[in-house]
């Protein structure tokens, strides 16, 4: 007798029919892992229940989770678009500049 089936193998292949460009080579950079950490240490904390002070939680929302996750944010989006964006930021230099 063989060992029953794992349930992933019950699920169907979960792959995008039409992959964007450059899919695969979507990696966040290193240094996004330090505001992506208090993102989910401040979360987890707040999810927990046990800081019941509304100036607390506030601070800790308005104050560092969303600074932190804004970086992150657009810190991904320069990330992604870095080569693009140099592109067009080239062309509209005047010729003898570039």
Not at 6 to 18: I, Q
Not at 27 to 34: G, V
Not at 50 to 65: A, D, E, K, P, S
Not at 67 to 82: D, V
Request: with cysteine; net charge negative; charged share 5%.
């Amino acid at each position: 007798m063989g060992a029953p089936p794992l349930f992933s193998d019950l699920l169907p292949d979960l792959t995008l029919p039409v992959l964007p460009p450059g899919w695969t080579e979507i990696t966040p950079p290193n240094w996004l892992a330090a505001p992506l950490a208090v993102v989910v240490v401040i979360s987890a904390l707040l999810w927990s229940g046990r800081i019941r002070q509304t100036v607390v939680v506030n601070f800790l929302v308005l104050g560092m989770m969303l600074p932190a996750l804004n970086l992150c944010l657009f810190g991904m989006a320069f990330h992604l678009s870095h080569g693009y964006m140099t592109q067009q930021l080239v062309e509209l230099l005047p010729p003898w500049l570039s």
